[in-house]
């Protein structure tokens, strides 16, 4: 005998990469299993895709978030070749990699530490550490493991196996460069768990790296040189396709959900903030985690929880006329120092590192601005941050020319700062909400990841546990 059950509604909290990601999974298995699925995601802003923004102006590409991803698992390749987008896809040119100190640019090998086997002689001739602080680095192939595998901070792990001058002269200005993290608070097991299964399996970092072309980007299936990637109209072609894509979901923008609480056994109530609100059999939230913590305001167990830190910052695009910059000719990017005299975190030539980013005979370049513990300068308005990106620009790479075109993008409270155990943090707080919440998944850069592949990836595993549940419940077949 055939039953005909309810039809059943799935609501999804945010339209970002992780929020679009997940409707788009949700459509096509609904499709798939010709489920009686009715999905609907609610965004506040009038726009989706988050952070990801770009601007195509006068033959310009220019991102006001991030500019890239490293796709180590394949998750924004697979949703690529899943949209039919795979073909737009395309990698980064190679050049140098500089380390600002002091008010000097120091080459270092562009993948020491950031994947590949790390090449040893380059390192050792560069002048980014000195000779005390190139010994003590060498210490690591001496050093024994660590006993334990408790969560300690980056600097201290760094420190640990390289010394304090390497964590200083590299790994800060790397990593806030590309986080804009703090080293000295943000958890090493969250961010980068496979340097511990470096020292756990090889004991020395360098030996490993060396052995298995491991680092900060590779994972275990991916040995080798890693490749910067986007797409040949920007990122957020990826948005846009997306979007398109939803043609069975009922997108709501504009709208801020206010609370989500039990209603039943089986459902859950949103209200909304222009005093509607919608019935739920399953919802997913991928807002920032402390937006989240107000939607659930009345959860113990969420409330329990510290709020999370979220790094500000500011990406400043400039374009200049070309041959604007005559020294570094072949440099890519260059990364800042704490012990340096400039304000700015990092520095990309864009139009070396993209093919397609500029029009003929103009040059594109892209700067941060603001780490944690700095945040007040991006408060300064977009004249003052010009003219102090351009004073550091010019002592840095000579550049002493006005542009033809800034872009100024702010992102307060942009980056979530994992903190000392915030993955065992995250994984107990999770197992007792569902317990409070069984029909609420919890999704996006606040768990599990923050980049871009990372949020793909959860937004992805995210309809696949509501599915697997609707199916098991027998509420939507």
């Not at 943000?186 to 961010?191: K, L, N």
């Not at 990637?229 to 990122?235: K, P, Y």
């Not at 569902?434 to 850069?445: I, M, N, R, W």
């Not at 309809?463 to 939507?476: F, P």
Request: proline share 4%.
């Amino acid at each position: 005998m055939k039953v005909t059950l309810k039809r059943g509604k799935v609501v999804i909290v945010g339209g970002g990469i992780t929020g679009l990601t997940t409707a788009y999974y949700l459509q096509q298995k609904t499709k798939a299993h010709n489920l009686p699925l009715d999905i609907v995601l609610i965004e506040a802003s009038l726009r989706l895709g988050g952070k990801i923004h770009t601007v195509r102006k006068n033959g310009y590409i220019i991102e006001r978030g991030p500019e890239s991803f490293f796709d180590t698992g394949s998750s924004v390749r697979k949703l690529a070749r899943d949209l039919n987008i795979e073909h737009e896809m395309i990698q980064n040119n190679n050049g140098r990699t500089f380390i600002a100190v002091g008010s000097k640019l120091h080459q270092i090998p562009s993948n020491l530490l950031l994947g590949g086997s790390p090449k040893i002689f380059p390192f050792i001739k560069s002048n980014v550490l000195s000779v005390i602080g190139k010994l003590r680095a060498a210490g690591d192939l001496f050093l024994p493991k660590l006993p334990h595998e408790a969560d300690e901070p980056i600097s201290e792990f760094f420190r640990r196996r390289f010394g304090k001058e390497l964590v200083e002269n590299l790994v800060e200005p790397v990593l806030a460069g590309t986080f804009a993290g703090d080293v000295d608070h943000v958890s090493m097991q969250s961010m980068f768990p496979q340097f511990y299964q470096l020292e756990k399996d090889y004991r020395s970092l360098l030996i490993g790296m060396k052995k298995t072309g491991k680092g900060i980007y590779a994972l275990v299936d991916t040995p080798g040189e890693i490749h910067y990637e986007s797409f040949i109209d920007g990122l957020e072609s990826l948005i846009e396709a997306l979007e398109n894509s939803l043609t069975d979901v009922k997108i709501l923008k504009g709208l801020k959900v206010n609370s989500i609480e039990n209603q039943s056994e089986h459902t859950q109530l949103i209200e909304l903030n222009d005093g509607t609100s919608i019935q739920a059999d399953k919802i997913v939230v991928t807002t920032p985690f402390n937006v989240t913590k107000k939607i659930f305001r009345d959860s113990e167990i969420m409330q329990q929880v510290p709020d999370m830190n979220y790094a500000t910052i500011a990406t400043v695009t400039m374009a200049f006329e070309e041959g604007s910059m005559q020294k570094y000719e072949d440099a890519l990017n260059f990364f800042v120092s704490r012990n340096s005299d400039f304000a700015i975190t990092s520095c990309t030539w864009s139009h070396r590192k993209w093919d397609n980013v500029s029009p003929e005979g103009h040059d594109l370049l892209r700067v941060y601005i603001g780490r944690v513990g700095d945040e007040s300068i991006v408060e300064l308005s977009d004249s003052e941050i010009e003219k102090i990106v351009l004073q550091d620009l010019e002592r840095a790479i000579g550049l002493d020319t006005q542009p033809l075109l800034t872009v100024v993008a702010r992102w307060k409270e942009a980056m979530p700062q994992y903190t000392i155990g915030h993955e065992a943090r995250m994984s107990t707080m999770k197992a007792q909400f569902y317990k409070e919440f069984p029909h609420v998944y919890l999704a996006g850069s606040s768990y599990e990841g923050i980049s871009i592949p990372d949020c793909v990836l959860q937004g992805k595993d995210a309809a696949e546990k509501v599915i697997n549940q609707l199916v098991e419940s027998k509420l939507a077949i």
